[in-house]
Every structure is written in C-alpha cells, then in structure tokens.
C-alpha cells in the first residue's frame, strides 16, 4: 500500500523558473520527511529534510513547505537550473521505531535552458 | 574515498537463471538496504539488515534472497521464482542510531532478464 503520494510524475521548468513538487501522506506516525534527488544512473542523494513540527525549511534555492493539518508536503526549487534536471523524490519514516523509508513514486524534473 | 560499490553497473541474464547482485560499503554503517526501482513507482524496499547475520523482508521480498555475514557486504540474489527481474536495483546504508531519514546509496544496478 502506498503511504506517500507524489505528483507530479514528470515537470518541464523554464530557466529561473519555479518547480513544485508535491506530496501527501497518510501515516500520521511520520515524523520525517526528506527528499532525495537522483541524476541519471546515480543512486539518489539526500536534498533537504524536515520535521513536522516546522513549517518550512529553506536550504539555498531549495525550500520544504510543511502543511499537517492537510497532511501535506511541497519542495521548491526557486530559479530553476538545467543542473537541477533530475528525478526528485519525497520520503517519509518513523524514525523511532526503526529506518524504514517510505518512498513516492518520483517525480522527474527538466529545466529547460 | 568512502561510499558504496554495485557492481556490475549492468547485468544480463536469461529467464530461470538465478542470479547476484553484489553491494559493499566502506562506511563502517551496521544498516543496509535493498530497493527495486521501476519507471512511476518510486523505490520500493526489498530486504534490510541491521546488523551481521540478521535481516528482515521489506515489501517485496517475494523471488529475492539476501545474506549478511559481513558488516561491510549485503549480496542480493535474484532468483528464478521473481516473476518480473528486469529493473534497476539499489542498494543503500546508514548508521544505526543516527539520522535514519539519510540513506547513502550505491550507483545501481540495472539487471535485464530475457
């Protein structure tokens, strides 16, 4: 049963443009939700992580919106770079009761230059 | 440098042969991770250990066989009964205790079965 929901499944982005990804999950027992990117015939890579209890984190041109009521969650690229063309995934664990990552299905990003 | 290591990037196999997909890491992690990932479906777990000698089935274990005897290796063998073999397969480790949201992932392996 899939837990983390992801849309878009792909985004083309004009240059210094913004992507919106999007996630929603279902286990309230979450307590992490991370995002990982992934470049063509690489393994993914931490991007940025949040914790529930915060709203949003920004780390450069990268920025988690939290929303827990809606039990919802977003990742922003501002001024998007072809650099960023990659395949984008949330995440979401329990972390006190083991290391088991929940995945979405990926959502694959091109910036167009 | 450290990291993890799959090899080979590239795998060829045909139906009814069994066959292993090696992951070592130099991390010195005690966790490490099996994923299966297929186009729209994200990466869906498969095996995981958690220390030498111990693992547990993730949600796809079914065809898939693991072993643990050393901390820095976790083999994964694709057996003749898993119905759909051709995907890319990653393995991934972290640090028991620290921060389990981060996975350090190998660069795959991309298994084609005919």
């Known amino acids: 049963q899939q837990q983390v929901k992801q849309s878009p499944q792909s985004l083309i982005v004009q240059k210094g443009g913004i992507s919106i990804i999007n996630c929603a999950y279902e286990?309230?027992?979450?307590?992490?939700f991370p995002w990982y990117q992934q470049f063509p015939g690489k393994g993914p890579a931490l991007l940025i992580a949040?914790?529930?209890?915060?709203s949003e984190k920004k780390e450069g041109r990268f920025t988690i919106s939290f929303n827990k009521s809606a039990k919802q969650f977003s990742l922003h690229i501002m001024d998007s770079q072809p650099g960023d063309s990659a395949t984008y995934f949330c995440?979401?664990?329990?972390?006190?009761?083991?290391?088991?990552?929940?995945f979405g299905e990926g959502t694959q990003l091109t910036v167009n230059p | 440098d450290g990291g993890i290591t799959q090899s080979p990037k590239y795998l060829f196999r045909k139906e009814g042969q069994n066959v292993t997909l090696s992951c070592e890491q130099n991390?010195?992690?005690?966790?490490m991770y099996w994923y299966r990932q297929d186009p729209g479906q994200g990466l869906r777990l498969i095996y995981y250990?958690?220390?030498?000698?111990?693992?547990q089935k993730g949600d796809i274990a079914e065809g898939y066989s693991v072993s643990r005897e050393k901390k820095e290796s976790f083999p994964l063998t694709v057996t003749s009964a898993q119905k759909n073999p051709t995907a890319f397969y990653l393995c991934?480790?972290?640090?028991?205790?620290?921060?389990?949201?981060?996975?350090?992932f190998g660069p795959g392996t991309r298994l084609t079965v005919t």
């Open positions: 995440a979401a664990i329990i972390e006190t009761s083991g290391s088991r990552l929940t």
């Open positions: 286990n309230t027992a979450f307590d992490y």
């Open positions: 991390l010195n992690h005690d966790a």
């Open positions: 991934a480790s972290n640090r028991v205790g620290g921060s389990s949201y981060e996975q350090y």
């Open positions: 949040i914790r529930p209890d915060v």
């Open positions: 250990s958690q220390i030498v000698n111990d693992f």
